[in-house]
């Protein structure tokens, strides 16, 4: 059974930093190309980025709203894909789901408030 | 950065009713498109893949069609448990949702 678990999420401040994670099993993650899309309250969905399998190249993409302040990286070792964030903003607020194809994880709640 | 325009925003619709819900790409995107069904507090479920196929497990009454530009979901016959948000997602080039269209009951 495929399984994302997203963990990390809380109350930041503006400015601040804050790492979430990804554990996932029922898969052979060190072949998959990974992403991360987050969820505005009450807003729409909104891609943030992919990462490519290190087979692959292991390159990132980036939505434009991101670029520069997140980062994404992954350790097949153990399983884990990682979404890096800095320089956060209000605007940052919202639910940050990881996705292998069809499947999502259940998200972790991200609050840059001051 | 390839747009997808999705309409209609909402809609208001009675068990049994046929709907039809439209996503339009800013530029041709072959059938690189899904639709994802979304509930209050949970996580998206993907329905439909490569425009018109569907997603194991998801009752017959959803379909997809277009390709190049224009696409729809079409739910046939309208269920208590089909009110929900639903979404396109292009992934063609990177990834773009469309803006969601929320399905009430009238």
């Known amino acids: 059974e495929v399984q994302l678990v997203e963990s990390g999420g809380g109350l930041v401040k503006p400015g601040g930093s804050l790492r979430l994670s990804c554990v996932v099993s029922?898969?052979?993650?060190?072949?998959?190309?990974m992403s991360w899309v987050r969820q505005a309250p009450g807003k729409g969905l909104e891609w943030v980025g992919r990462?490519?399998?290190?087979?692959?190249?292991?390159?990132?993409e980036y939505a434009t709203p991101v670029k520069g302040r997140f980062s994404i990286s992954r350790d097949d070792s153990k399983n884990i894909l990682y979404l890096e964030m800095n320089s956060l903003k209000t605007e940052d607020t919202a639910v940050y789901y990881c996705?292998?194809?069809?499947?999502w994880g259940q998200g972790t709640l991200v609050i840059v408030s001051s | 950065d390839i747009q997808m325009t999705q309409s209609p925003s909402s809609l208001s619709a009675s068990v049994g009713d046929r709907v039809t819900i439209t996503c339009r790409a800013s530029q041709g995107i072959g059938n690189d498109l899904g639709w994802y069904q979304q509930k209050p507090g949970k996580a998206p479920k993907r329905l439909i893949y490569?425009?018109?196929s569907l997603q194991s497990g998801v009752p017959s009454r959803f379909s997809g069609s277009g390709s190049g530009t224009e696409f729809t979901l079409t739910i046939s016959s309208l269920q208590p448990e089909d009110f929900a948000t639903y979404y396109c997602l292009q992934h063609n080039t990177l990834w773009t949702f469309g803006q969601g269209t929320k399905v009430e009951i009238k």
């Open positions: 490569a425009a018109s």
């Open positions: 990462i490519k399998s290190n087979i692959d190249g292991g390159t990132t």
């Open positions: 029922g898969f052979t993650f060190s072949s998959a190309w």
């Open positions: 996705i292998w194809r069809p499947w």
